[in-house]
């Protein structure tokens, strides 16, 4: 008997595993944060910085970052997971009737039951009438719309029924670039072809038909691109389309047989004077018949964003329009399989699309709380704008919508070339040493594609008044440091 030991190797390696996989990168968790990680650790271990906290300004966490929840969500929400709060009389008459209806909705009327896995009907009726009001009457059939476990969910389930194909007729995806990096991500995953076309930095980071004709002809090269992402408003470049950019969009993909999926998560995120949120399904509609029976298009939204906030819930729908009716029993089967969505995330879009009307005991405090909200991010945005403005070196459109603004950064050349010594991105390479000197965590341009040979970061407007001018201050003398130390 040899005392031998067996040496094997481990079933799943990094050689042996799903390739695909090992390509995707999201960078608004990436590097740089995990490294804030380790940094917060090091603070309470006592570790001497030249700064007290992290600033995590790279995700649009609006909870973490102070943004306060809507009371009414709250109580309702409350009152669904411990109905013995029904019999309090703490709670206004208006949330009690909200969760009861949500409860009733409820198998053995609890929201830890499954739902049905499109979700609750009531819940997608309230989706519908809300749709329907928000569109100025354009109808919508609760039977197109599906909740989902955020909007993410919605744009992968999505994704994964328009790919198919090999080599040169695999499905390729036209998306924006700057884009938000759950995109280029699902693609990775999918081993789909990311498609990109660019934003227009000098125009406000608009849509521009020409260059979504260019990057359509250059991608029929090599793949078939059958579908055309859009997020408006803009993430992470802030930007709220007008109205005849999104008439022009709508032609271009009926015209190039494209199908269209329109990720408008910041639909209630608009600031900019004399800017307007318009859905792709009501000018589609508003364009009549020829462009509203055919054109295919999913839209999305979530309760992740907005005045709500509310990330954690993962709370989201999806509605599709114009889809052939054998892949709509595809969808439906293939969301089954998940079995539904949390229930309380469904329960909460269902307060964010019938939320208190005139007249109901709530509705006054609903309504300052969510303007109030609201306002606050549309100072932010000007705020931050004007700030960064004043940096010499430093370029930032009007954050016109959503919640983060992408400056332009001009990187002196000796930092560029160290930054490629150490094979990082030269916005990257900024953006660990603002981190490692000030704690401030931002996401570099890099994580979600820009224009060659230019450089940025994103960053978002939600840290509190008096912690964004700081972090301002602290990114403006960053700045003028390592300009100065690298030129």
Same mark, same amino acid.
């Given at each position: 008997y040899s005392h031998t030991v067996f040496t094997r190797d481990k079933v799943l390696t990094i050689h042996?595993? +799903?390739?695909? *996989? $090992?390509k995707v990168e999201y960078a608004v968790r990436g590097p740089i944060v995990q490294r804030a990680v380790q940094i917060e650790k090091e603070l309470k271990e006592g570790v001497k910085?030249?700064?007290? &906290? *992290? /600033? $995590?300004a790279n995700i649009g966490d609006a909870h973490a970052m102070g943004q306060q929840p809507i009371t009414f969500f709250r109580q309702v929400l409350a009152l669904c997971s411990y109905p013995e709060l029904l019999k309090d009389n703490m709670f206004p008459e208006d949330a009690k009737n909200r969760a009861r209806r949500i409860l009733q909705a409820c198998g053995g009327s609890s /929201? #830890?039951?499954?739902?049905?896995?499109q979700g609750i009907e009531c819940v997608r009726q309230d989706v519908a009438r809300y749709i &329907? %009001?928000?569109?100025? #009457?354009? !109808? %919508?059939?609760?039977?197109? /719309?599906?909740?989902?476990?955020?909007?993410?969910?919605g744009i992968v389930t999505m994704l994964k029924l328009l790919v198919c194909g090999e080599g040169p007729t695999r499905t390729g995806v036209m998306i924006s670039i700057p884009q938000y990096p759950l995109y280029s991500a699902a693609l990775a995953e999918l081993a789909a072809v990311q498609v990109n076309y660019y934003l227009n930095e000098d125009k406000c980071w608009s849509m521009d038909v020409s260059e979504l004709e260019r990057s359509l002809s250059e991608a029929r090269k090599y793949c078939n691109p059958k579908a055309l992402c859009v997020i408006n408003p803009g993430n992470p470049t802030g930007q709220v389309q007008s109205r005849q950019c999104i008439e022009d969009v709508i032609r271009f993909a009926a015209k190039e047989h494209l199908f269209l999926m329109a990720d408008e998560v910041y639909q209630d995120n608009v600031y900019a004077e004399g800017c307007q949120f318009h859905s792709f399904k009501k000018v589609l509609f508003e364009m009549g018949p020829q462009y509203s029976n055919t054109v295919e298009l999913a839209s999305f939204h979530s309760t992740s964003k907005c005045y709500m906030g509310e990330c954690g819930f993962r709370g989201g729908y999806m509605e599709v329009i114009n889809m052939d009716p054998e892949v709509k029993a595809q969808l439906t089967k293939l969301v089954s399989v998940r079995l539904c969505p949390p229930v309380p995330g469904q329960a909460?879009?269902?307060? *964010?699309? +019938?939320?208190? $009307? !005139?007249?109901? !005991?709530?509705y006054n405090n609903f309504m300052k709380e969510r303007t109030a909200t609201l306002s606050l991010l549309a100072e932010k945005a000007k705020l931050? $704008? &004007?700030?960064? +403005?004043?940096? !010499? #070196? /430093?370029t930032c459109n009007p954050v016109q919508g959503a919640m983060y603004s992408f400056p332009k950064i001009s990187l002196p050349e000796k930092a560029i070339k160290e930054a490629k010594a150490l094979g990082q991105a030269p916005d990257m390479f900024y953006c660990m040493k603002m981190l490692e000197e000030t704690g401030i965590c931002l996401v570099p341009g890099s994580g979600f594609g820009q224009k060659e040979g230019t450089y940025h970061f994103r960053m978002t407007i939600l840290p509190p008044t008096d912690k964004l001018k700081i972090l301002l201050a602290k990114v403006k003398e960053f700045h003028q440091k390592f300009t100065k130390q690298y030129s």
């Amino acid at each position: 008997y040899s005392h031998t030991v067996f040496t094997r190797d481990k079933v799943l390696t990094i050689h042996t595993m +799903n390739p695909t *996989v $090992k390509k995707v990168e999201y960078a608004v968790r990436g590097p740089i944060v995990q490294r804030a990680v380790q940094i917060e650790k090091e603070l309470k271990e006592g570790v001497k910085k030249p700064f007290t &906290e *992290v /600033i $995590k300004a790279n995700i649009g966490d609006a909870h973490a970052m102070g943004q306060q929840p809507i009371t009414f969500f709250r109580q309702v929400l409350a009152l669904c997971s411990y109905p013995e709060l029904l019999k309090d009389n703490m709670f206004p008459e208006d949330a009690k009737n909200r969760a009861r209806r949500i409860l009733q909705a409820c198998g053995g009327s609890s /929201i #830890g039951a499954y739902s049905a896995s499109q979700g609750i009907e009531c819940v997608r009726q309230d989706v519908a009438r809300y749709i &329907e %009001c928000r569109d100025g #009457g354009v !109808p %919508c059939d609760p039977d197109n /719309i599906y909740l989902t476990t955020g909007a993410s969910d919605g744009i992968v389930t999505m994704l994964k029924l328009l790919v198919c194909g090999e080599g040169p007729t695999r499905t390729g995806v036209m998306i924006s670039i700057p884009q938000y990096p759950l995109y280029s991500a699902a693609l990775a995953e999918l081993a789909a072809v990311q498609v990109n076309y660019y934003l227009n930095e000098d125009k406000c980071w608009s849509m521009d038909v020409s260059e979504l004709e260019r990057s359509l002809s250059e991608a029929r090269k090599y793949c078939n691109p059958k579908a055309l992402c859009v997020i408006n408003p803009g993430n992470p470049t802030g930007q709220v389309q007008s109205r005849q950019c999104i008439e022009d969009v709508i032609r271009f993909a009926a015209k190039e047989h494209l199908f269209l999926m329109a990720d408008e998560v910041y639909q209630d995120n608009v600031y900019a004077e004399g800017c307007q949120f318009h859905s792709f399904k009501k000018v589609l509609f508003e364009m009549g018949p020829q462009y509203s029976n055919t054109v295919e298009l999913a839209s999305f939204h979530s309760t992740s964003k907005c005045y709500m906030g509310e990330c954690g819930f993962r709370g989201g729908y999806m509605e599709v329009i114009n889809m052939d009716p054998e892949v709509k029993a595809q969808l439906t089967k293939l969301v089954s399989v998940r079995l539904c969505p949390p229930v309380p995330g469904q329960a909460l879009m269902d307060l *964010v699309v +019938n939320s208190p $009307k !005139p007249g109901e !005991p709530s509705y006054n405090n609903f309504m300052k709380e969510r303007t109030a909200t609201l306002s606050l991010l549309a100072e932010k945005a000007k705020l931050t $704008k &004007e700030i960064l +403005n004043t940096v !010499p #070196g /430093i370029t930032c459109n009007p954050v016109q919508g959503a919640m983060y603004s992408f400056p332009k950064i001009s990187l002196p050349e000796k930092a560029i070339k160290e930054a490629k010594a150490l094979g990082q991105a030269p916005d990257m390479f900024y953006c660990m040493k603002m981190l490692e000197e000030t704690g401030i965590c931002l996401v570099p341009g890099s994580g979600f594609g820009q224009k060659e040979g230019t450089y940025h970061f994103r960053m978002t407007i939600l840290p509190p008044t008096d912690k964004l001018k700081i972090l301002l201050a602290k990114v403006k003398e960053f700045h003028q440091k390592f300009t100065k130390q690298y030129s």
